[in-house]
């Protein structure tokens, strides 16, 4: 079975592919049902799932958000466009995955390209 972060590189390398169309919500879903299938199938927790779930804090405290809103929806907020959104997503996540646990986001700037 393919690596999660493995699985999110080749989404943004083909996102028409995996998502139908380009957009942070589909993303969201498809990764959604991606935990979804590995729950139902008692597939262990990996080490890369257990670090994902700390991108929903990560993005909160990068966007100095303290809602409930969930990731894709703060990206989305910030973005105003779904495939714009999904292209900043892949940044974020490149930032965030390359980060060491302990270390904390650089505030957001700016949104665009």
């Known amino acids: 079975?393919?690596?999660?972060?493995?699985?999110?590189?080749?989404?943004?390398?083909?996102?028409?592919?995996?998502?139908?169309?380009?957009?942070?919500?589909?993303?969201?879903?498809?990764?959604?049902?991606?935990?979804?299938?590995?729950?139902?199938?008692?597939?262990?927790?990996?080490?890369?799932?257990?670090?994902?779930?700390?991108?929903?804090?990560w993005i909160q405290q990068k966007f100095n958000i303290d809602s409930s809103q969930s990731w894709d929806k703060i990206i989305l907020f910030f973005c105003q466009d779904e495939q714009i959104a999904l292209q900043q997503f892949f940044k974020l996540f490149a930032e965030f995955s390359n980060a060491g646990c302990n270390q904390s986001p650089q505030p957001v700037q700016s949104l665009a390209s």
């Open 1 to 57: 079975m393919v690596e999660l972060y493995d699985l999110i590189h080749n989404i943004e390398k083909r996102p028409a592919m995996y998502l139908g169309q380009p957009s942070i919500t589909h993303l969201r879903s498809f990764l959604a049902g991606y935990f979804f299938a590995c729950r139902q199938f008692g597939l262990p927790e990996t080490e890369q799932e257990q670090k994902f779930t700390e991108f929903q804090p």
